[in-house]
């Protein structure tokens, strides 16, 4: 079942570029292929059946994220950001999500609320269908609005600029067992927030909900980095 979302897309459509770097991170993420292992672009090009251009493309975007290692006039390979790395990415994105959320309470019309409110009541029939692909682009759709929201346009372009890069680990945490209604829940604790114009409470949540976020990708991974399945608490501390 295809589920049409009401509130339009802000940001420019999915690429072929963009489909190539997705489908590149989960290969990386799962150690499908190793750190080390090279990234043809001619290769590439003609596993997906496209031109070099969107392949190189999709490098660079994945070189932005640490996961591939780009080298003057060699062949890219594969890479992997450090724990203490990735550990850092994700804790400037909870505090750039959480100022955000704080500013969106404050700041957005009321149309904007009650479109915010209507797409997170839209996501709650993804999560009843167990969609991860449907659910994991309406959430940044969801996360896109209250960048939008927060009426900061330098802001929002550096949140935005920290979720591409942290995107691929964003996204690997949905295959989490009860992820998607975790996620939903974590939404409306940041919506009930928003609603209220209540900014405290909005960035508390929305940094709780990142948190959270980092905790379920930490823990699809086993001792050798590789994704496995698990199940992650539902509450974790604010950070100071």
């Not at 292992?37 to 392949?55: C, G, I, K, M, Y």
């Not at 992997?80 to 704080?102: H, I, N, Q, R, S």
């Not at 295959?175 to 939404?187: V, Y």
């Amino acid at each position: 079942m295809t589920y049409e979302l009401s509130m339009p897309v802000a940001r420019t459509p999915k690429t072929s570029a963009e489909d190539i770097r997705q489908r590149l991170a989960t290969r990386i993420i799962s150690s499908e292929l190793s750190p080390g292992t090279p990234l043809d672009e001619t290769a590439l090009a003609t596993e997906f059946s496209v031109s070099r251009t969107p392949v190189r493309e999709a490098l660079r975007l994945l070189a932005a994220s640490g996961l591939v290692q780009q080298r003057p006039h060699a062949t890219a390979l594969v890479a992997k950001p450090d724990e203490a790395t990735l550990a850092g990415m994700f804790e400037v994105m909870g505090y750039l999500e959480a100022l955000c959320a704080g500013l969106s309470a404050a700041h957005m019309a009321h149309a904007e609320r009650h479109s915010l409110q209507r797409l997170h009541t839209e996501m709650a029939e993804i999560v009843r269908s167990g969609d991860t692909a449907v659910y994991a682009k309406a959430n940044e759709r969801f996360h896109s609005a209250i960048y939008d929201g927060a009426h900061n346009d330098y802001l929002a372009e550096m949140t935005q600029s920290t979720r591409q890069r942290l995107q691929p680990f964003r996204r690997a945490q949905f295959n989490t067992l009860g992820r998607l209604s975790q996620s939903h829940g974590e939404h409306g604790d940041v919506v009930l927030a928003i609603m209220r114009g209540d900014r405290r409470g909005a960035e508390e949540a929305m940094q709780r909900h990142i948190g959270i976020v980092q905790a379920a990708f930490a823990g699809l991974q086993d001792d050798t980095g590789r994704l496995v399945s698990a199940t992650v608490a539902t509450k974790l501390p604010l950070r100071a």
